[in-house]
């Protein structure tokens, strides 16, 4: 069975405001699976928004595969592996790439950057403060993790701006403001090559490839150079699309969700001032109040799968080809999984949110990164002995893909 309301997770007014809570409760009570429209030539998706089923899909990558891509976009088949990232893989390939990068994010490897992470995050905390009225976004969460990012892919801070610029074009193709072409428009037809069908990808793609050229057999310990030089452990070298692919995926993973999660999280402490009092009071808390700070933001909507056959799923038959849609902001409320879930807890014991994935070959790689930029930025704004308040509201990105903040006016009281 399914539930049978007009209602359309594909409609971005619905995420005007931010999250639709209500929406995500509505459906998690309603037996079966939500099937949302779309315009053509989408052609709809099944919403999975309890927890333990959406743990379900990502377990099972043989039923619900990442092979036909994973946000709500239906690629070509003939543009797929033009287009195709490590999200977009499933099997041997997906474990080669994930384990050629993933010792660059161990929490091993990612703790040897402390003393830099805090120095960079002091600077930038401090220089926001010293303005006395600042907006958020721009001078604390976008500037912190694109200078993290910066480092990784050895490349200059002067060069932060326009990697900011680029992830706002991508991840906003639904936005007005941030897009130059608004995905599903007719002109995005000319991009559909390309991830987002946004024009920035294809001058990401032209940087990428530049840095490349530069560094290909220098021996260099960056990102740029692992992709470059790197073989996966089946023993094939990455081909020219899936170097462009993945170092886009870099500039968008590795700024986006830690940048709109401070946001939020900053946000949620201003709403909740016993909670920030909990936490400038023992700052120990701290490590483990990241966990809530992620759940609480939910900073990706959802994540696609595809099914590989006909299946009955949470008694609802799925056909072959149909697009599966997990929402992690619906698991990381759902009361099944969270006491009093919408209550924000930095003492929240246990928290198994799914703000990187739970469970499955797809858990998000720059975990541990983000954990403790996370952690290193709000050591440092809470150890100030100011004060912060909202000036005006909060600006939420036009997306049901990122849960994303573009500006938050605030001012030390």
């Not at 041997?92 to 994930?98: G, P, T």
């Not at 002109?187 to 490349?212: C, K, M, N, Q, T």
């Not at 030089?229 to 990455?238: I, K």
Request: charged share 25%.
């Amino acid at each position: 069975m399914s539930t049978t309301t007009a209602l359309t997770l594909a409609d971005l007014d619905l995420f005007a405001h931010g999250a639709p809570w209500d929406v995500f409760e509505e459906l998690r009570r309603t037996p079966g699976l939500h099937h949302s429209t779309e315009e053509a030539p989408n052609s709809g998706f099944w919403s999975v928004t309890r927890y333990h089923e959406i743990v379900r899909v990502l377990r099972d990558t043989e039923t619900f595969t990442s092979t036909r891509f994973t946000n709500l976009e239906e690629v070509d088949p003939e543009l797929q592996d033009q287009r195709r990232s490590l999200l977009e893989m499933d099997g041997v390939r997906h474990r080669a790439l994930r384990r050629m990068l993933q010792g660059e994010f161990t929490p091993q490897a990612v703790a040897k950057y402390e003393t830099f992470l805090r120095g960079i995050t002091a600077k930038t905390v401090d220089a926001a403060l010293a303005k006395k009225e600042f907006d958020f976004v721009d001078e604390v969460s976008a500037d912190f993790p694109i200078r993290v990012l910066a480092r990784l892919l050895g490349v200059p801070d002067s060069d932060t701006g326009q990697l900011i610029a680029w992830g706002n074009r991508m991840v906003g193709n639904t936005d007005p403001e941030h897009a130059d072409v608004l995905i599903g428009s007719a002109d995005s037809d000319e991009y559909r090559h390309v991830p987002f069908r946004s024009p920035a990808a294809i001058e990401v793609y032209e940087y990428g490839r530049h840095l490349a050229a530069e560094r290909r057999g220098k021996g260099g310990t960056d990102l740029v150079t692992l992709l470059a030089d790197g073989v996966p452990g089946d023993g094939v070298p990455l081909s020219e699309h899936e170097f462009n692919t993945n170092f886009l995926l870099l500039i968008v993973a590795g700024n986006e969700t830690t940048r709109h999660t401070i946001t939020h999280s900053m946000s949620n402490l201003l709403n909740n001032p016993e909670q920030m009092a909990l936490l400038k009071n023992d700052p120990s808390l701290i490590p483990w109040a990241v966990e809530e700070f992620l759940r609480y933001a939910s900073p990706v909507y959802h994540f696609r799968r595809t099914a590989t056959k006909d299946v009955e799923f949470s008694d609802t038959q799925i056909s072959e080809g149909e697009k599966v849609v997990v929402w992690f902001a619906s698991g990381n409320r759902d009361d099944t999984a969270f006491e009093d879930p919408y209550r924000f807890d930095v003492t929240r014991n246990p928290n198994e949110h799914m703000s990187f994935g739970r469970g499955g070959p797809h858990m998000c790689l720059g975990n541990a990164l983000a954990r403790i930029e996370l952690r290193i930025m709000f050591e440092e704004l809470l150890s100030r002995d100011v004060v912060l308040e909202r000036t005006g509201d909060i600006d939420y990105l036009r997306s049901n893909f990122v849960h994303g903040i573009k500006r938050m006016p605030v001012r030390v009281v």
